[in-house]
């Protein structure tokens, strides 16, 4: 077809601290790639507010995936 694999591939590139000394889990570095096809935000910054749960965003990719959930961990709407 007309589509391309990343189009509908999510990759996620993530750390589970912003600081390994201070062993902050506060603003984190996320890269997430690809998914045009899914729907997910593209060439642009998103930033959310201090203590956002990281789960709002596993829900969110689960959800453009296609699993029925409401909520995964600690979030109960996705992140965008």
């Given at each position: 077809?007309?589509?391309?694999?990343?189009?509908?591939?999510?990759?996620?590139?993530?750390?589970?601290?912003?600081?390994?000394?201070?062993?902050?889990?506060?603003?984190?570095?996320?890269?997430?790639?690809?998914?045009?096809?899914?729907?997910?935000?593209?060439?642009?910054?998103l930033t959310s507010r201090r203590d956002t749960p990281l789960c709002r965003l596993w829900l969110a990719l689960l959800q453009r995936l296609g699993a029925p959930v409401d909520s995964f961990g600690d979030a109960d709407r996705p992140l965008f």
């Open positions: 077809g007309d589509d391309r694999l990343l189009d509908h591939t999510a990759v996620v590139l993530a750390s589970a601290m912003k600081d390994g000394n201070a062993h902050s889990p506060h603003d984190l570095p996320i890269l997430l790639a690809g998914g045009r096809g899914l729907g997910l935000p593209q060439g642009r910054l």
